[in-house]
């Protein structure tokens, strides 16, 4: 169990698997490592079709079959309830349309099918906690389609070939093993990935989320099923008894808000405006537990995490379809030393500027601190549902560019990757480690004057290699998340979580 309370507990000195690989000093050789997190997309959904990845071409017709809550092969999929295209988007396929398709993956993009192109957004998929180790079944990835809401939807991909990021890729390293490192959404992945931990609601069955809880079957992976949840997948999502937010131990794996503006849940009545009304059922209570930014800070590293429309939320002027400012992608807006108030908020907390024109204006000057994580307003993310594929593409695409004539760009590592799959089938069965993760596979870009160039590293990844890698980079103690994973993955025989160094090259430069 990874469960986080004093903070002495939570660093443990370790090195990583690859730590005598590569010297000190090579590694010393960047100075700016760089962070964009993307939203919602598996591997195969994106880069299925790159060449010499482990991709669609690897899948046989029986790895792909889905099965039905009874475990038998379902002889079509089911339609996707709602229909594909995103409420109010234009072209609308309905869910009529979307009947009879065969029991394999499908191309969302097909001229010959749907013929939906990467810039209209598709309706949005369940991507949570206990519905993604359900759907995984235990590596064979064959229940997507029973555990969803959206039916056929998660057999969906596209041919990524037609987004600039894959002439990115093209260039650079593209990872092809590498997972979200935690099961489920955005929330508990932003977290896994500025901590290698899971938040924690304290004593929960006692608070205004009590309601919350989610009713689990005694394996602890699987939810509880409803009485009158329907049989078969062909009639419609399944039911649950309480798919909440949080596990029966207290652990919050599925979206609560965060306790500080912004945030969607408003002050209280008469309380400080600079915070959530805590009396809210959705307002996580502060998070104590060591981050990255606290290791950082305490080696006077700089660092800082730049959101996408971050002043204009704080303004009120959030607004749909943009920016549409998601308040929980904002890690670090959950943790009490970063409070309204404390002078590390200000430092650390950066506005990227509506469509990222502040981010872009600190590349461009050369004043990155030495680790940024970027994160693109809601229309620029890519999440299903509010989001198309190419718009954020194009951005994040627009972005590297800049970082690719930045005064800094000699020294730096790019990492571009995605929060985690949006509910997306994809074929690679993750590593068995601990109760949290590894989830499903999603794709990850390497990018630096010191990266591999045209290479596909199949090298085992997953969110916290990022971590790793920040941790060896600046000789950082490893956070506890980090060790329990490794220590889960010995126990299991499923090898270990490499830290991003096998796409680098940085001998004699």
């Known amino acids: 169990m990874r469960y986080w309370i004093a903070a002495a507990a939570l660093l443990v000195v370790a090195t990583s698997s690859e730590a005598a690989e590569i010297p000190a000093q090579d590694l010393a050789k960047i100075d700016t490592i760089v962070v964009l997190y993307a939203e919602n997309r598996s591997f195969d959904a994106l880069y299925g079709e790159f060449p010499g990845t482990n991709g669609l071409a690897n899948v046989t017709p029986q790895m792909a079959l889905q099965r039905d809550r009874d475990g038998s092969v379902l002889k079509e999929l089911p339609p996707i309830w709602g229909g594909l295209t995103a409420k109010g988007v234009t072209p609308k396929i309905d869910e009529a349309h979307t009947k009879g398709l065969p029991n394999a993956p499908f191309a969302i993009d097909d001229p010959k099918g749907f013929n939906l192109p990467l810039s209209v957004p598709t309706r949005d998929l369940w991507h949570r906690f206990y519905e993604n180790q359900m759907q995984i079944d235990g590596g064979k990835n064959d229940r997507f389609v029973a555990y969803a809401d959206s039916g056929a939807l998660v057999m969906g991909h596209y041919d990524g070939a037609k987004l600039p990021l894959w002439d990115i890729a093209k260039r650079y390293t593209l990872a092809d093993n590498f997972f979200m490192g935690a099961f489920g959404g955005s929330f508990l992945n932003h977290f896994e990935l500025i901590c290698a931990c899971a938040p924690v609601y304290p004593d929960a069955d006692k608070s205004p989320a009590k309601g919350l809880i989610s009713v689990v079957e005694p394996d602890g992976v699987s939810l509880k099923p409803a009485p009158d949840s329907p049989a078969s997948a062909m009639d419609g999502p399944p039911k649950f008894v309480s798919d909440g937010m949080i596990t029966p131990d207290f652990f919050v794996i599925n979206t609560m808000q965060p306790p500080y503006q912004p945030s969607a849940n408003r002050p209280a009545p008469g309380g400080d405006p600079a915070y959530a009304d805590p009396g809210k059922p959705t307002t996580l ?101 509010y989001a198309d594929v190419l718009s954020g593409d194009e951005h994040l695409a627009e972005v590297v560019a800049h970082l690719e004539k930045s005064p800094q760009w000699a020294h730096m590592l790019v990492i571009v990757t995605y929060d985690e799959n949006g509910g997306f089938w994809d074929h690679a069965a993750p590593p068995k480690a601990d109760r949290f993760g590894p989830g499903t596979r999603v794709p990850a870009l390497i990018i630096s004057p010191f990266a591999k160039r045209g290479f596909v590293d199949h090298t085992l990844y997953d969110t916290t290699s990022i971590l790793r890698f920040i941790t060896r980079r600046f000789d950082l103690p490893v956070l506890a998340g980090i060790t329990a994973r490794d220590e889960a993955m010995q126990k299991a025989g499923s090898g270990r979580i490499g830290d991003l160094t096998n796409a680098l090259e940085l001998g004699g430069k």
Not at 302 to 320: E, R
């Open 285 to 385: 209570p502060p998070q104590i537990m060591p981050n990255i930014g606290d290791l950082l800070s305490a080696k006077g590293i700089s660092w800082a995490w730049y959101a996408g429309a971050w002043q204009a939320a704080l303004d009120g002027k959030n607004g749909k379809p943009a920016p549409d400012f998601q308040y929980h992608h904002q890690p670090f807006n959950y943790f009490a030393d970063l409070a309204p108030g404390k002078p590390a908020r200000a430092e650390h907390l950066r506005d990227g500027g509506l469509d990222g024109a502040l981010f872009v204006a600190a590349i461009d000057a050369g004043k990155l601190p030495q680790v940024a994580f970027y994160k693109p307003q809601g229309n620029l993310n890519e999440h299903p549902g």
